[in-house]
């Protein structure tokens, strides 16, 4: 079993849609949750990271952890055209430069 | 403009040919990392170095090489004996701090074996 499972998508909506994206983990001793963007053909962009159990919102997104369930999601509401994009969940034990663990990405694209 | 920096964009090996990837950071980060992007895999950690002078094996360091001897510099090589080095590579920094989660990209460099 990989230790991060996300289901690589496609995904296509309409544009004004809410996004659902999702990423399961087996080590319950991750501890730091992020969400990056890629962008084709460029490196991944930190959206959003949290460290406990609960919603954190920025703008569009939010994001959940719950780590009862080893289960975190991102949700994009209000989604744009500019939005598409792959999506990273990734993850780490601890915050002193550990290694990253990443998901596989879910691509995404917001259809006008 | 603080950022990570990689070279070249796009590199063409031959069979047998070692090449070198540049990476540099001007972020003052203490810690560098190599990951191969590979469509349906995700991030996959090659090398990680967190001090000059230093550095480890990630999940998949066979056929490549790495060297940290600046702290702005962290090159990795991919040598001959890496059978399947076409992919996308990108390379990382982070601080090391109690506040720090965040992993900085380099825009990648696109390898293809010709």
């Known amino acids: 079993q990989k230790e991060v499972e996300q289901d690589p998508g496609p995904l296509s909506v309409p544009e004004g849609a809410i996004v659902s994206l999702n990423c399961t983990y087996s080590n319950s001793a991750f501890q730091y949750f992020m969400w990056y963007r890629q962008y084709s053909r460029k490196g991944p962009e930190l959206l959003m990271y949290?460290?406990?159990?609960g919603n954190k919102e920025d703008g569009r997104f939010t994001a959940q952890v719950d780590k009862s369930s080893k289960y975190i999601s991102l949700f994009i509401r209000d989604s744009q055209p500019s939005d598409s994009a792959t999506y990273l969940c990734a993850m780490i034990r601890n915050n002193y430069g550990q290694n990253f663990v990443f998901g596989p990405g879910t691509r995404l694209s917001v259809l006008p | 403009d603080g950022g990570i920096t990689q070279s070249p964009k796009y590199l063409f090996r031959k069979e047998g040919q070692n090449v070198t990837l540049s990476c540099e950071q001007n972020l003052n980060h203490d810690a560098m990392y190599w990951y191969r992007q590979d469509p349906g895999q995700g991030l996959r950690l090659i090398y990680y170095?967190?001090?000059?002078?230093?550095?480890q094996k990630g999940d998949i360091a066979e056929g490549y090489s790495v060297s940290r001897e600046k702290k702005e510099s962290f090159p990795l090589t991919v040598t001959s004996a890496q059978k399947n080095p076409t992919a996308f590579y990108l390379c990382?920094?982070?601080?090391?701090?109690?506040?720090?989660?965040?992993?900085?990209f380099g825009q990648g460099t696109r390898l293809t074996v010709v």
């Open positions: 990382a920094s982070t601080t090391i701090s109690i506040m720090n989660t965040e992993a900085f």
């Open positions: 949290t460290y406990s159990s």
């Open positions: 170095s967190q001090i000059v002078n230093d550095f």
